[in-house]
């Protein structure tokens, strides 16, 4: 995805890039909502609306418009890594709001994880986009509670992870598109060009869109947003959380070797340390994990 939108050139808004390729994601995922309503045998009611328009907001507007924006202030692997903190902010949010709370082995992750960053960052020496960063462990942070009331509302209804995930695409995308239109009145346009928020005003839905660049759009709208989420939804579904996670260990490596193949990035000194770091506290997240979901599944079966 980082490297994708580099490849756009910068021709598209980061919101216009966002509305458009959620808007695809839906078109994709309308047909496996669909199919998974139907096995279950269960009508979408007035709450479950509410919770869409929840996670809609959580995840398209606020996440992933913050995700997408970030990636136009810092190198494509940087922001790929950088949002890979999500799975640590969703640990834990899990402590304080549920039963999994936080053991000695995850708590060392998530001090290596947050040592992964400040290297990453590498305060002493920073050359790289400090406004990226933070837009950057926002979306993180966003996206962590997205996937944390996701969770909540999937325990509390028959509603499958299909069904969250499209119809969460559907009302994000809905809302993205009010916030679009409110970005052209002239007033508001002004307020966020006067911030220095371009990016917030005055924001175009096709403009951009050429042969050029048609290929990349059409990678990032189908294979990124449609086929990828699809992809880790059907994956949360049929293997234990821990597995589905360690697409979380491998996108570091995945970011940063992507983005020195196709865009040149040099990978500098600090990043390979903090590649590495972010790495192990990854496989430390997930193996624990791992451990604690099979002793819990041993209790359950010894006492029925």
């Given at each position: 995805?980082?490297?994708?939108?580099?490849?756009?050139g910068?021709?598209?808004?980061?919101?216009?890039?966002?509305f458009?390729?959620?808007?695809?994601?839906?078109?994709?995922?309308y047909?496996?909502?669909?199919?998974?309503?139907?096995?279950s045998?269960?009508?979408?009611?007035?709450?479950?609306?509410l919770?869409?328009?929840?996670?809609?907001?959580l995840?398209?507007?606020?996440?992933?418009s913050?995700?997408t924006?970030?990636?136009?202030?810092?190198?494509?692997h940087?922001?790929?890594i950088?949002f890979c903190?999500?799975?640590?902010?969703?640990?834990?949010?899990?402590?304080?709001?549920?039963?999994?709370k936080i053991?000695?082995?995850t708590?060392?992750?998530?001090?290596l994880?947050?040592?992964?960053?400040?290297v990453?960052?590498?305060?002493?020496?920073f050359?790289?986009?400090?406004?990226g960063?933070?837009?950057?462990?926002?979306?993180?942070l966003?996206?962590a509670?997205?996937?944390?009331?996701?969770?909540?509302?999937?325990?509390?209804?028959?509603?499958?992870?299909?069904?969250?995930?499209?119809?969460?695409?559907?009302?994000?995308m809905?809302e993205?598109?009010?916030?679009?239109e409110?970005?052209?009145?002239?007033?508001?346009s002004?307020f966020?060009?006067?911030?220095?928020?371009?990016?917030?005003?005055?924001?175009?839905?096709?403009?951009?869109?050429?042969?050029d660049?048609?290929?990349?759009?059409?990678?990032?709208?189908i294979?990124?947003?449609?086929?990828?989420?699809?992809?880790?939804?059907?994956?949360?579904e049929?293997?234990?959380v821990?597995?589905?996670?360690?697409v979380?260990f491998?996108?570091?490596?995945?970011?940063?070797?992507?983005?020195?193949?196709?865009?040149?990035?040099p990978?500098t000194?600090n990043?390979?340390?903090?590649?590495?770091?972010i790495?192990?506290?990854?496989?430390i997240?997930?193996i624990?994990?791992?451990?604690v979901?099979?002793?819990?599944?041993?209790?359950?079966?010894?006492?029925?």
């Amino acid at each position: 995805m980082e490297v994708a939108i580099k490849l756009t050139g910068g021709v598209f808004n980061p919101l216009q890039l966002n509305f458009l390729r959620f808007l695809i994601g839906t078109i994709i995922l309308y047909p496996i909502s669909k199919n998974s309503l139907k096995k279950s045998n269960y009508s979408l009611k007035k709450k479950d609306y509410l919770s869409f328009a929840f996670t809609g907001f959580l995840c398209v507007v606020l996440a992933m418009s913050l995700y997408t924006l970030s990636v136009y202030f810092l190198e494509a692997h940087v922001a790929g890594i950088l949002f890979c903190t999500n799975t640590f902010f969703a640990i834990i949010i899990s402590h304080f709001f549920t039963d999994e709370k936080i053991n000695k082995n995850t708590f060392i992750g998530i001090i290596l994880a947050l040592l992964a960053i400040i290297v990453l960052v590498n305060p002493l020496d920073f050359k790289g986009s400090l406004k990226g960063v933070i837009i950057s462990l926002s979306s993180a942070l966003g996206f962590a509670l997205y996937s944390f009331v996701s969770k909540r509302i999937t325990k509390k209804s028959p509603i499958k992870a299909p069904t969250i995930t499209c119809y969460t695409f559907l009302f994000g995308m809905m809302e993205l598109l009010i916030f679009i239109e409110i970005s052209r009145i002239s007033s508001v346009s002004n307020f966020f060009t006067n911030l220095g928020l371009d990016a917030f005003a005055n924001i175009p839905i096709i403009k951009g869109l050429s042969r050029d660049n048609l290929l990349v759009f059409l990678y990032i709208s189908i294979f990124v947003t449609g086929c990828g989420f699809a992809s880790h939804l059907l994956a949360v579904e049929k293997n234990p959380v821990a597995i589905s996670s360690l697409v979380f260990f491998l996108k570091p490596m995945l970011a940063s070797f992507l983005s020195f193949l196709i865009l040149k990035n040099p990978i500098t000194g600090n990043q390979k340390i903090g590649i590495l770091l972010i790495s192990i506290a990854s496989a430390i997240i997930v193996i624990e994990r791992a451990r604690v979901q099979s002793n819990r599944l041993i209790i359950e079966n010894n006492t029925y």
